[in-house]
């Protein structure tokens, strides 16, 4: 950690307002959601430009919840600093993604091992080929052996992390061009961020991991109805507190 390099331009706080787990949400509000009716004792150690950071305690483990805002640019900066500047060891993305695979279905969770990315991200670390965002095992293997023992249905494999929500591609639907390719190569679904989470952690030393939740089928259109989402998505955040729980006990 660089000395003195805290408070930054997007996060005011210090080093111990953060627990060495942080769960990251591309939604302020529902990174507010979790830490009201998930975590105890929950205090606001972050609120620049509205992305809301909190730290408490679940099932008596210190856990953060912070947002990372949309896009690799935005989480980019935020796990940067949370890995540089303030000590977080572990972050965790729990988001929503949009099936790619026809073996992957809306409510199934999928626990990013890779991700694959059409962005431009990993120019920035100058390197002489491709660079391939792993998670870290250790996480991964952690909330695999969570979600078994919650009976829930998930997948392991690869993400595409995307730049573009809205592709211009003259008219032709999105889940007919591009996403066609991807699906080729075994991908499960799409999403924005963990390309960038990935790399980070990997250039910091660090562990990240994505938890993503299947909203809609780019495929076939089939997509959850709100009460759906919300259900589902409760089912991703008690994993991933879990995840965060057990890397806690780990560490004592």
Request: charged share 20%.
């Amino acid at each position: 950690m660089m000395a003195n390099a805290y408070p930054t331009p997007h996060i005011n706080a210090a080093p111990s307002d953060f627990a060495k787990t942080v769960l990251m949400r591309g939604d302020p509000l529902r990174a507010k959601f979790i830490a009201e009716n998930f975590i105890d004792d929950a205090v606001l150690v972050n609120n620049v430009r509205g992305i809301h950071g909190y730290t408490g305690k679940y099932k008596g483990v210190p856990v953060s919840v912070m947002a990372s805002g949309m896009g690799m640019p935005s989480i980019g900066i935020y796990s940067y600093e949370l890995f540089n500047f303030f000590g977080v060891e572990n972050i965790i993305r729990i988001g929503s993604a949009g099936a790619i695979s026809p073996e992957v279905h809306v409510r199934d969770i999928i626990i990013g091992m890779g991700a694959c990315t059409d962005s431009n991200y990993a120019s920035n670390f100058n390197l002489p080929g491709s660079f391939a965002p792993v998670a870290s095992f250790e996480l991964l293997k952690t909330c695999a052996g969570i979600a078994d023992e919650m009976n829930l249905s998930y997948r392991v494999g690869s993400l595409l992390s995307s730049d573009v929500f809205y592709k211009d591609e003259q008219g032709v639907p999105d889940s007919f061009r591009s996403v066609s390719a991807w699906g080729k190569m075994g991908v499960l679904a799409v999403e924005m961020e963990a390309a960038a989470l990935y790399m980070n952690a990997a250039r910091a030393g660090k562990n990240a991991l994505a938890v993503c939740t299947v909203s809609d089928h780019i495929v076939t259109g089939e997509a959850l109805d709100a009460d759906a989402r919300q259900n589902s998505f409760t089912e991703m955040m008690e994993l991933s507190l879990g995840t965060a729980v057990k890397l806690g006990e780990k560490a004592l």
